[in-house]
């Protein structure tokens, strides 16, 4: 079974400058989570999906801050404009709707300059 | 933040010997699940706690659960290198909420 692909696994840019992070849950399943984690910190919930719906969203910023799950399969995160403080990794998993358990992508890390 | 707190921050201890990680948190919860994360790697569940129970075990690994208390353990029996990682308890509710983590290093 494949996991949760992250795609870029890096991506530094410039301040200001649009940024997007793609992620593949696993087949079959219909819940779609977006992490934020800092070094030393643990992952911080940005954004929850069930299927197409993002049922909670309450820690997502949104002036800068969009996601998307079309068709309740991939998923994308955008920043726009980015800022220094965007620096982190940012988390994918995915859950099934049989089991509680979340299973983790490996994470893009984001480098603001 | 509304992150839970692990205590210790950070453990070593010799290969072999057990190794026990705390969390507590703030609200109510559904059930509360441990994960782990080698360095700059993706989380990995290791076990899960529902809110009607009080112990679980998974192979070397022993949970607890005191609601009453708002808190959790986690017991790594018989320690060894590859246990080397950082442990993360996680609740859940209507809120998902992982503290900040235990950093766990084997001593050889």
């Known amino acids: 079974e494949a996991g949760v692909v992250q795609s870029p696994r890096y991506k530094i840019i410039e301040k200001k400058q649009p940024v997007a992070f793609w992620c593949n849950p696993i087949s079959g399943h219909n819940t779609l989570y977006w992490y934020l984690q800092n070094l030393g910190q643990g992952p911080e919930l940005l954004i929850r999906y069930e299927n197409e719906e993002a049922v909670d969203d309450s820690q997502l910023p949104k002036d800068r801050f969009s996601a998307e799950r079309l068709k309740g399969v991939d998923s994308t995160l955008k920043i726009q404009p980015a800022e220094l403080g965007d620096s982190a990794v940012y988390l994918c ?12 992508g490996p994470g893009t890390r984001l480098l603001v300059l | ?3 839970g707190e692990e205590d210790p921050q950070a453990l070593s201890i010799q290969e072999g010997e057990n190794a026990t990680m705390n969390c507590s948190y703030k609200t109510s919860i559904n059930n ?8 700059g790697r993706g989380l990995v569940h290791l076990i899960l706690i529902r809110s009607n129970e009080r112990e679980k ?20 029996t018989a320690s060894r290198a590859a246990d080397t990682a950082s442990y993360f308890c996680a609740t859940f509710d209507d809120k998902i909420i992982f503290g900040k983590g235990t950093r766990l290093h084997i001593l050889p």
């Open chain 2, 32 to 39: 509360l699940q441990w994960y782990r994360q080698n360095s």
């Open chain 2, 1 to 3: 933040s509304q992150q």
């Open chain 1, 93 to 104: 998993a995915s859950s099934s709707p049989y089991q509680e358990t979340q299973y983790f």
């Open chain 2, 57 to 76: 075990h998974s192979g070397r690994l022993r949970v607890t659960l005191d609601t009453s208390k708002k808190s959790s353990s986690l017991l790594i």
